[in-house]
């Protein structure tokens, strides 16, 4: 199976499992789509931007010595998003409604991110 269509899958599975998330994109490191889950045409724009993020949340750790990147966490007036490193070459980005459990979503989004590096592992 191709790397974008099991990518999608799991990210099918984490809006399903969890229902205060909204959609989810997954792209490259270079801000290329692989998936996306995310409802109008905002995918390829959204994969751009997660891309830049993960690389200004990184350096911003290097800066201050903070350690290996985990997340990163915006929260907003009608929802939040959250983006994941999905091993060293995917970013996962993941959007929730206002009111989301953010533990549930922290908890869903790293275990769908690895699920996803582990995807992207088998597909080398």
Do not use: H
Not at 18 to 27: E, F, K, L, N, W
Not at 55 to 81: C, D, K, N, P, Y
Not at 95 to 114: D, I, M
């Amino acid at each position: 199976m191709e790397l974008g269509q099991e990518v999608l899958e799991e990210m099918t599975l984490l809006r399903e499992r969890t229902p205060d998330i909204q959609g989810s994109v997954a792209c490259t490191v270079d801000g290329l789509q692989l998936a996306c889950d995310l409802a109008g045409k905002a995918g390829e724009q959204a994969a751009a931007l997660s891309a830049a993020l993960l690389a200004m949340s990184r350096r911003m750790l290097v800066i201050t010595g903070q350690g290996a990147f985990e997340e990163t966490l915006i929260s907003g007036t009608a929802g939040f998003t959250a983006f994941y490193a999905a091993g060293p070459t995917i970013v996962l980005t993941v959007l929730a409604g206002p009111g989301a459990n953010v533990g549930l979503l922290r908890l869903e989004g790293r275990k769908t991110a690895a699920a996803v590096a582990a995807v992207a592992a088998r597909q080398r």
